[in-house]
């Protein structure tokens, strides 16, 4: 990867983040006001952040941001800038309590058993959750 190929990810994982964080944002309907001192930044940062412009933003920012916002978010990178981006799990399944109290003792165990594990062991097991999805998405168009 040339420094050129690094910088244009990096773009895109903050313009990515940025528009994830504004989707989220717009569907809670608080005004800009509301929302930055609940997120703990600066009003003018914040309308940055949902008017897409993110050159000056740190991509750690835009992280902590969701953190803040409540935002599940999964970055991914690839071998071209066009490759990266963000993506949101299921933000109301985060939200709401489950149908049943045996999918709410699964959850609060998987959730637990994260906490336990290490950095690496939590990136290994993402990599092989994303090589699992990939596989079924690929036998899915396989199929169709």
């Given at each position: 990867?040339?420094?050129?190929?690094?910088i244009?990810?990096?773009h895109?994982?903050?313009t990515?983040?940025?528009?994830?964080?504004?989707r989220?944002l717009?569907?809670?309907?608080?005004?800009?006001?509301?929302?930055a001192k609940?997120l703990?930044?600066p009003?003018p940062?914040?309308?940055?952040i949902?008017n897409?412009?993110?050159?000056?933003?740190?991509?750690e920012?835009?992280?902590?941001?969701?953190?803040r916002?409540?935002?599940?978010?999964?970055?991914?990178?690839?071998?071209?800038?066009?490759?990266?981006?963000?993506?949101?799990?299921?933000?109301?399944?985060?939200?709401?309590?489950?149908?049943?109290?045996?999918a709410?003792e699964?959850?609060?165990?998987l959730?637990?058993?994260?906490r336990?594990?290490?950095?690496?062991?939590?990136?290994?097991?993402?990599?092989?959750?994303?090589?699992?999805?990939?596989?079924?998405?690929?036998?899915?168009?396989?199929?169709?």
């Open positions: 990867m040339t420094a050129q190929t690094d244009k990810t990096v895109a994982l903050r990515d983040v940025a528009l994830q964080l504004a989220h717009g569907r809670q309907q608080l005004n800009q006001t509301v929302a609940r703990r930044i009003q940062t914040l309308s940055k949902l897409g412009r993110v050159a000056g933003v740190s991509l920012l835009l992280i902590r941001v969701a953190v916002a409540g935002l599940p978010m999964t970055l991914q990178i690839g071998e071209a800038p066009e490759e990266a981006g963000a993506f949101v799990g299921n933000v109301e399944s985060t939200r709401t309590s489950s149908r049943s109290r045996l709410d699964a959850r609060d165990a959730l637990e058993s994260a336990q594990m290490t950095p690496e062991e939590r990136l290994n097991a993402h990599l092989k959750h994303s090589q699992l999805v990939g596989a079924l998405h690929r036998a899915g168009k396989r199929s169709s």
